[in-house]
């Protein structure tokens, strides 16, 4: 009976090693672009590397503690798009986030509610959309934006991303198990189809649109190609494209380059310390695709 | 009576409509009419500048096929873009796998809860942040060779991570397995969670061992989870941009990573040919097609798993 506990205990300590190793793992670099911001590039560079930013780097006359900061929002140049390019990014990512949570829901509604002719094919036909990526669609897709004259506009930025088939998939199956009760006494009630949807529906569906809408901002923030394409002029361009040409003016200020990463990451990181459960459960509902 | 079912079946016909077809009209805009148009556009010489656009058959096919494309040819990123795919997506999936199952043997939720959140963080920052952080953490004189200095017992050795062209494919993997480790394997938890406790009760009760346990009792009923989650990271790997397009940009050589979408922006938006883009657009398309369709064939037997 010993022996069986030892035995136990040892895969257990084997177990817990190998998760802080990963932990360890996942954790070092991002710690490391948080301290970096306040180093400049001789203490990051320094062998061995110290995790303390050292004073003896504020103290001179043309550091501060923020001056990697100030050099990430000024840039290069006098006329400073930082700001103007975050907002940039929030703008989009929360256009489309609100965009996919309103088309999605009636969508999924419209395809778990109701019956009707055709309906299945019009869930097929966008259930296959999303086996067409967006990257094979990119150049089709910036022809018909140019074409209708919006590129450098948030227009031009938000409208291709405005809803996924992930997102009506998503909806339709949480709705096929929302009981037909609670719509057809409302129905008796009097209450009006859009009513039902905006006053029962809705409400009732919080947790997958609080994970939908969170799913959409993530992908909007993190998205470099298609703004790469639209968004041409340095006041319309989004966050990621300001870090990947900071980076490419200030190669050698790695202390301005994390503190650039940084403030970008801000939003992102309160978002996900404040609603974890909806992005780990985000990760999750995923797997409902196979049911 | 009659007559007011078939009026309530017309009204929710048209109420059904009412619903699908903002979406519907969505998705045949910005879906079907640009893939059938990148297929058009793939046939004929269209340029970004000069707007004009004659018929040319498979002459774009052929060049991209046979030309080497002003120094980067599309057989080196069909190349690259497979060599980052298999390199990435097999490590991920072979380690969440462990992870996930790792995890499920700890006692306390709390704990786990708690590995999973940190797990999961650097899946939040965007790619080009992540990227950011490896470039200078690959640094000659960055914390990365520091530690491979010490692990290696060798001393002041660059392993020029972001110079020779197989380290910097294998750069590439690592930040990419940086970020999305965390994702996947919160996947994993959610297929084993599935797996009823019964199952394992039943297992320890017939005397099986925990590894046992796992080979012929959790790795046989994870397999739909698996099938579902490989496919997922291998079409993810496919479409990689951002970690390339930005390491880049940082000064890194274009070549052994120029993946297909980097060259698809290069040639069609740089170089401003749509209609050789649009040409390697479908190549990607049916490269993908072809690689979840030899997904599902390979994980098919596995799909009828019942608890």
Do not use: H
């Given at each position: ?8 205990s040892i895969v257990?300590v ?5 998760l802080?190793?990963?932990?360890l793992?996942?954790v070092?670099?991002i ?6 911001s306040?180093m ?10 110290s ?7 504020f ?7 923020f001056t990697?900061?100030q ?8 006329n400073p798009?930082f ?8 703008v ?9 949570i309103f ?22 036909a ?8 967006f ?6 897709l910036?022809?018909?934006?140019s074409?209708m ?24 199956q949480y709705?096929?198990?929302?009981p ?7 129905r008796?009630d ?23 809408g ?5 992908n ?25 040409k ?6 050698t200020?790695e ?9 970008a990451s801000i ?5 996900f ?8 459960g985000g ?9 | ?17 009412v619903?699908?077809?903002p ?10 009419y640009?893939?059938i ?19 040319v ?6 060049y991209?096929?046979t030309k ?7 057989s080196?990123?069909i190349r690259a ?5 298999v ?6 999936i ?8 790792f ?23 965007s790619?080009v ?14 914390l ?15 392993y020029n991570?972001l110079?020779d ?12 397995f940086w ?31 925990r590894?046992h ?8 009923l994870?397999k ?20 390339q397009y ?5 000064g ?7 993946v ?15 209609g ?16 979840t369709?030899?997904?599902l ?6 799909e009828?798993?019942?608890?």
């Open positions: 009976m010993n022996k069986f506990v030892g035995k136990v257990e084997l177990i817990w090693v190998l802080i190793a990963v932990l793992f996942t070092t670099p710690v490391f672009m948080i301290v970096a306040f400049d590039a001789k203490q990051i560079l320094a062998m061995p590397f995790w303390i930013p050292s004073r003896e780097y103290t001179t006359a043309d550091r501060t503690f990697n900061f050099k990430a929002i000024m840039g290069n140049n006098d798009t700001f103007r390019n975050l907002f940039n990014s929030l989009v990512a929360i256009t489309d986030s609100f965009t996919t088309l999605a829901s009636l969508c999924g509604y419209g395809l778990a509610k109701f019956k009707f002719k055709g309906r299945n094919l019009i869930f097929l966008i259930m296959s959309t999303m086996m067409i990526p990257e094979a669609i990119m150049i089709p910036y022809m018909v934006v074409g004259k919006m590129i450098n506009t948030y227009r031009g930025l938000i409208i291709p991303f405005m809803v996924s088939a992930f997102g009506v998939f998503q909806m339709r709705l096929l198990t929302f037909s009760e609670y719509i057809d006494a409302a008796v009097g209450l009006s189809e859009p009513g039902i949807y905006a006053r029962i529906v809705v409400p009732n569906s919080k947790p997958v649109i609080a994970t939908l969170i799913l959409s901002f993530r909007q923030w993190d998205n470099l190609l298609w703004p790469l394409l639209v968004a041409q002029s340095e006041t319309m361009k989004t966050i990621p494209q300001y870090i990947t900071f980076s490419e003016e200030k190669m200020d202390g301005a380059m994390m503190a650039c990463a940084f403030l939003p992102m990181f309160i978002l310390f404040t609603l974890s459960r909806y992005f780990l990760a999750a509902v995923y797997d409902s695709r196979k049911g | 009576m009659a007559k007011k079912g078939y009026s309530i079946e017309r009204k929710q016909a048209k109420w059904g409509l619903f699908t077809i979406c519907l009209i969505f998705f045949a805009v910005f879906s079907f640009p893939i148009n990148a297929l058009f556009t793939s046939l004929t010489n269209r340029r970004a500048i000069s707007r004009t656009s004659d018929f058959g498979f002459e774009n096919y052929v991209i096929f080497d494309n002003g120094g980067f040819p599309l080196n990123s873009t497979l060599i980052f795919t390199g990435t997506f097999i490590p991920m072979i380690a969440s796998l462990i992870i996930a199952t995890l499920m043997q700890l006692r306390k939720d709390k704990y786990r809860g708690f590995f999973q959140l940190m797990y999961y963080t650097p899946a939040v920052l790619s942040v992540a990227a950011s952080i490896w470039m200078i953490m690959f640094d000659p004189r960055g990365v060779n520091q530690l491979s200095n010490f692990v290696m017992r060798t001393s002041g050795v660059d991570w110079v062209s197989t380290m910097l494919q294998i750069s590439t993997m690592m930040i990419y970020k999305y480790i965390g994702y996947f394997v919160i996947l994993f938890i959610t297929g084993l969670a599935s797996i009823p406790n019964t199952i394992y009760e039943a297992a320890t009760v017939d005397g099986s061992s590894w346990t796992f080979w012929k009792i959790t790795l046989p994870l739909p989870t698996t099938a579902m989650v490989s496919i997922m990271a291998m079409l993810q790997c496919l479409k990689t941009f951002s970690t930005m390491l880049y940009q940082g890194s050589s274009r070549f052994p990573i120029d297909i979408t980097m060259n698809i922006y290069f040639t069609g938006i740089r170089n401003g040919r749509l050789r883009a649009s040409a390697m657009s479908i190549v990607l398309f049916l490269i993908m097609l072809l690689f369709y030899i997904q064939r390979l994980t098919r037997s596995s009828d798993v019942e608890y």
